[in-house]
């Protein structure tokens, strides 16, 4: 027999459907079977499966461990097989966790055997015993917002259900305030916001920048403040107002100022000099700073909170070695 204690990240679903996740390579019709034959119990009475789950409520299965091995699916292949690596945790709670991101690292896995952050971040709190196995056949921690592969910086993962809702609720919001970290090629000196329409094309994996509205374009708005000169370069400080895919890659690119490093977007033959120079290889592009909204609830401790991640090694070198550097990088 094995019992399971309902926990705050199981409470307000349908027992079955805790049940499909907790056996996961099993059929329906088992669980069901399971149940009306009281091999599946709850708060020790007979269970239908209908029930709301409310905190502490005792989950016994009276099955032996061959079989429930068999149909949760043993092990956790994805959290014990990792690489070696050494996750820069900037902020965690017991709801979330900020993690400083390195380029060329997925945020979410693109395909079934990728790793990405998210991996990284479960190997990490299963290795701190933020969590257990049992908890991850039940939930998954998961990221609350992405950056492209080869961008640096600030990923927000939810480390329960109440983290990972309120903190994608105030990211579909807009309530937070995103800041990006980029260099890039000439001369800009006034703090300003463009403006423009979006497409991107599935099959090259890259976006168009319009001035007018399409039908399939998305509207999108980028602020940058220059905080930083060199020869023929920027240092910008840029705001996400809206947060499309390459946004500001492409956006600064349009108006004639690609970033630094960016092949998809940027200028081939300066990216060139900075590749043989520094060994650049991806984009000097860092999600730097998120400064929180008035939080109520469970997160209420990141309220009105600023969190800044450290500027890459190599950005870093690049800005003291090419740019007048600002006092706050």
């Not at 997925?106 to 709190?125: M, P, R």
């Not at 991850?136 to 961008?151: A, I």
């Not at 730097?288 to 209420?300: D, N, Q, R």
Request: glycine fraction near 6%; hydrophobic fraction near 35%; charged fraction near 25%.
């Amino acid at each position: 027999m094995q019992e399971i204690i309902i926990g705050k990240n199981e409470v307000g679903q349908r027992f079955d459907k805790f049940l499909f996740k907790f056996f996961k390579e099993a059929p329906g019709s088992f669980i069901y079977k399971m149940l009306r034959k009281k091999n599946i119990v709850l708060n020790n009475k007979k269970a239908n499966g209908k029930e709301k789950l409310n905190i502490n409520d005792s989950v016994k299965i009276y099955m032996t461990d061959d079989t429930i091995d068999k149909f949760t699916g043993k092990g956790n292949s994805s959290v014990l097989t990792l690489p070696h690596f050494s996750l820069d945790v900037v902020y965690e709670d017991e709801n979330i966790i900020i993690v400083n991101k390195p380029s060329g690292i997925l945020s979410q896995k693109a395909q079934k055997d990728d790793i990405s952050i998210n991996e990284y971040i479960i190997s990490y709190l299963v290795e701190t015993k933020s969590l257990s196995a049992t908890q991850l056949k039940t939930f998954k921690p998961g990221v609350c917002n992405r950056l492209d592969r080869n961008t640096s910086g600030l990923i927000i993962a939810g480390k329960s259900l109440i983290g990972l809702q309120t903190m994608s609720e105030i990211i579909k919001k807009r309530s937070m305030d995103k800041f990006y970290l980029t260099l890039v090629s000439g001369y800009l000196d006034k703090t300003t916001t463009i403006k423009g329409y979006l497409k991107k094309d599935k099959k090259t994996n890259k976006v168009t920048i319009s001035n007018k509205e399409t039908p399939d374009g998305k509207y999108i708005e980028t602020k940058y403040e220059p905080i930083g000169f060199g020869e023929n370069l920027t240092l910008l400080k840029v705001k996400l107002v809206t947060g499309r895919a390459h946004q500001i890659r492409a956006h600064l690119s349009s108006i004639g100022h690609g970033i630094i490093g960016d092949y998809k977007y940027g200028n081939k033959k300066i990216n060139d000099i900075y590749k043989e120079k520094y060994g650049l290889k991806d984009q000097l592009l860092h999600s730097w700073i998120m400064s929180f909204p008035e939080i109520k609830g469970a997160l209420c401790d990141l309220s009105q909170q600023t969190i800044k991640a450290a500027v890459p090694e190599i950005f870093k070198k690049i800005i003291d070695e090419n740019i007048q550097t600002p006092t706050e990088v």
